[in-house]
């Protein structure tokens, strides 16, 4: 999702957003979201998208705040359950969210460097704790991946 996705008015916001259709109830499945952390090692920025599930007539009948969001492998993600009690959810909208959110931790850095001697090449190792900041990002990469559906026909 990048800065030419539609935007939507989200809680008082303007917010960069997707609207997916979902198919007809069957049977039990689940939506994957990972949103991918862009950047450097201590700058980095990342999209924690807000999630709306609504019915047929476009009234929401639940929704995913960023700060449910679990870290796995340095990425955000949720996983969204459709069951026979969600069997009337056809639409799902991820959203960007406020762009206050960003924190801090140290890591470790460590740099090396090659010394050309008379006698051969020396490796000099040096180490210190940085600080790295996450900030969020209004849109970004997000990867979608749905688990107990047949694949679409092509």
Do not use: C
């Amino acid at each position: 999702m990048n800065e030419t996705a539609e935007v939507f008015l989200q809680d008082g916001e303007k917010a960069y957003g997707v609207l997916f259709e979902l198919p007809e109830f069957a049977k039990t499945y689940s939506v994957t979201l990972t949103s991918i952390t862009q950047g450097m090692q201590t700058e980095r920025m990342v999209f924690a998208p807000r999630v709306k599930m609504m019915n047929s007539r476009f009234e929401v009948t639940r929704s995913f705040h960023e700060s449910d969001l679990r870290t796995r492998g340095g990425n955000p993600e949720r996983t969204i359950y459709i069951n026979p009690a969600n069997a009337g959810e056809r639409y799902m909208l991820i959203h960007g969210s406020g762009l206050r959110g960003s924190y801090s931790k140290k890591i470790p850095v460590q740099t090396s460097q090659a010394i050309h001697t008379g006698f051969g090449v020396v490796y000099w190792a040096d180490g210190a704790d940085v600080v790295a900041t996450t900030r969020s990002s209004p849109y970004g990469e997000i990867e979608v991946q749905v688990d107990g559906l047949k694949p679409a026909a092509r």
